[in-house]
């Protein structure tokens, strides 16, 4: 698909941070795991950032993230004479009721991103949530309806717009201004559906909450592959499982269909046909979009994209193309040229707080990369061919594959 004219992403929004821009952003955080850690690294580097609070049902990652701000030298070297320190907190709902925050970082699992991302833009708080947005796509509209109505500035944690050396955006900006003629075809090489949690039972831990971290969703027994003992440096398995995460198709798919969507000029929409393949492959589900171009579940790590003139394929480590001097001639005054923001995908973040513009990876294009893997995981649980209305969000007569948009919450866990 080609574009005639530049493009840009952001737009701006009315003012609700009330803060001058020299004034420091008050920050709290929803989870505590490896991907927060990195987070919080992050923002402790931001001279105009005090994190006042963290929530976590681990005691040990509860006060590991306290310890960080704790040591004087933090509050020293970024100057903050007023500076009180960090509370945690088990239950985020004491921390959001709190009248000196800002925004809040969520770097749960994904059953627990909804919930409090939407509890915290009701409370006026600007957001930055980690992808996949979502656990589900009615999840996923009911955050973006709660960031509207509260006129929040919400990014998603979708990094490769930013970061990367500029690659993935370079690609996209390559492929919507017709460098490989017309688009026929995008592979997105990415992990499998999610599969139901069959762990046994183990006791658990002294100092967590495992009701709690349960939450919405089923209850089951406590098992340290989904929620590991003390502090630790790995990712988590309940990735893998349907009742927590959206299995590696959502984990990085989250990611590489969300570019795929951005070259496609598809931010705000998606498919109108999910068809999975006929045999039980964990692979090869194809997307088809209203223009007539393929989307495949398969294929290099990464976005590979096929056009009449040529071939594109981005990945974190890579930006190649078929003739090579796709990539090789630089791109002219009159072609796309997407946001480039200044810094990291945080500080793009930060920025938008400040300007109230829409950042980057706004929550509603999270929401539609996110929908894509969910569509992807419900057309292999379905087996059968799906049409799908982007506009409305359903699909087109089926009950039954219109149920799997939404689960059911367990009490008193409700959107």
């Given at each position: 698909?080609?574009?005639?004219?530049?493009?840009?992403v952001?737009?701006?929004?009315?003012?609700?941070?009330?803060?001058?821009?020299?004034d420091?952003i008050?920050?709290?955080?929803?989870?505590?795991?490896?991907?927060?850690?990195?987070?919080?690294?992050?923002?402790?580097?931001?001279?105009?950032?005090?994190?006042v609070?963290v929530?976590?049902?681990?005691?040990?990652?509860?006060?590991?993230?306290?310890?960080?701000?704790v040591?004087?030298?933090?509050?020293?070297?970024?100057?903050?004479?007023?500076?009180?320190?960090?509370?945690?907190?088990n239950?985020?709902?004491?921390?959001?009721?709190?009248?000196?925050?800002?925004?809040?970082?969520?770097?749960?699992?994904?059953?627990?991103?909804?919930?409090?991302?939407?509890?915290?833009?009701?409370?006026?708080?600007?957001?930055?949530?980690?992808?996949?947005?979502?656990?589900?796509?009615?999840?996923?509209?009911?955050?973006v309806?709660?960031?509207?109505?509260?006129?929040?500035?919400?990014?998603?944690?979708?990094?490769?717009?930013?970061e990367?050396?500029?690659?993935?955006?370079?690609?996209?900006?390559?492929?919507?201004?017709?460098?490989?003629?017309?688009?026929?075809?995008?592979?997105?090489?990415?992990?499998s559906?999610?599969?139901?949690?069959?762990?046994?039972?183990?006791?658990?831990?002294?100092?967590?909450d495992?009701?709690?971290?349960?939450?919405?969703?089923?209850?089951?027994?406590?098992?340290?592959?989904l929620?590991?003992?003390?502090?630790?440096?790995?990712?988590?398995?309940?990735?893998?499982?349907?009742?927590?995460?959206?299995?590696?198709?959502?984990?990085?798919?989250?990611?590489?269909?969300?570019?795929a969507?951005?070259?496609?000029?598809?931010?705000?929409?998606?498919?109108?046909?999910?068809?999975?393949?006929?045999?039980?492959?964990?692979?090869?589900?194809?997307?088809?979009?209203?223009?007539?171009?393929?989307?495949?579940?398969?294929?290099?790590?990464?976005?590979?994209?096929?056009?009449?003139?040529?071939?594109?394929?981005?990945?974190?480590?890579?930006?190649?193309?078929e003739p090579?001097?796709?990539?090789?001639?630089?791109?002219?005054?009159?072609?796309?040229?997407?946001e480039?923001?200044?810094?990291?995908?945080?500080?793009?973040?930060?920025?938008?707080?400040?300007?109230?513009?829409r950042?980057?990876?706004?929550?509603?294009?999270?929401?539609?990369?996110?929908?894509?893997?969910?569509?992807?995981?419900?057309?292999?649980?379905?087996?059968?061919?799906?049409?799908?209305?982007?506009?409305k969000?359903?699909?087109?007569?089926?009950?039954?594959?219109?149920?799997?948009l939404?689960?059911?919450?367990?009490?008193?866990?409700?959107?």
């Open positions: 698909m080609s574009a005639a004219a530049p493009y840009l952001s737009s701006a929004m009315q003012s609700t941070w009330a803060a001058s821009p020299n420091r008050t920050v709290g955080f929803v989870g505590m795991g490896k991907r927060s850690r990195t987070l919080l690294r992050q923002l402790l580097n931001q001279g105009e950032v005090e994190v609070a929530s976590e049902v681990s005691t040990a990652r509860r006060q590991h993230a306290i310890d960080q701000m040591n004087p030298t933090y509050a020293d070297k970024k100057g903050f004479g007023s500076y009180q320190g960090c509370d945690g907190y239950d985020f709902r004491e921390m959001l009721a709190r009248d000196d925050l800002d925004a809040v970082v969520i770097g749960t699992p994904d059953h627990w991103h909804a919930i409090p991302a939407i509890q915290a833009a009701q409370a006026n708080l600007d957001i930055y949530c980690e992808k996949p947005l979502s656990h589900t796509i009615h999840e996923g509209r009911a955050m309806n709660a960031a509207r109505q509260n006129e929040i500035v919400f990014q998603t944690g979708s990094q490769q717009r930013t990367y050396g500029g690659k993935f955006r370079k690609a996209a900006e390559l492929i919507r201004s017709g460098r490989i003629g017309e688009v026929k075809r995008v592979r997105v090489g990415v992990g559906s999610p599969v139901h949690c069959d762990l046994p039972t183990q006791p658990v831990p002294k100092g967590v495992w009701d709690m971290w349960v939450g919405p969703a089923a209850f089951r027994g406590y098992h340290e592959a929620c590991p003992k003390g502090v630790h440096n790995h990712f988590p398995n309940w990735r893998r499982y349907i009742e927590f995460g959206g299995g590696g198709l959502a984990d990085m798919g989250a990611h590489h269909f969300d570019i969507q951005w070259a496609l000029d598809m931010d705000r929409s998606g498919p109108v046909r999910v068809i999975p393949p006929e045999d039980d492959s964990d692979h090869g589900l194809k997307f088809v979009y209203a223009d007539g171009i393929e989307m495949f579940h398969g294929g290099p790590s990464g976005a590979t994209f096929e056009g009449t003139e040529g071939r594109i394929h981005v990945d974190r480590g890579e930006l190649t193309s090579q001097s796709i990539i090789e001639e630089p791109l002219g005054p009159n072609d796309v040229h997407l480039d923001p200044e810094g990291s995908h945080m500080e793009n973040w930060l920025n938008c707080v400040r300007s109230r513009e950042p980057i990876a706004d929550v509603a294009i999270g929401h539609r990369s996110a929908s894509i893997c969910h569509l992807a995981n419900i057309g292999y649980r379905l087996r059968r061919e799906l049409r799908w209305d982007p506009d969000e359903q699909f087109v007569n089926d009950a039954e594959a219109n149920d799997l939404t689960r059911p919450k367990r009490d008193p866990w409700h959107l």
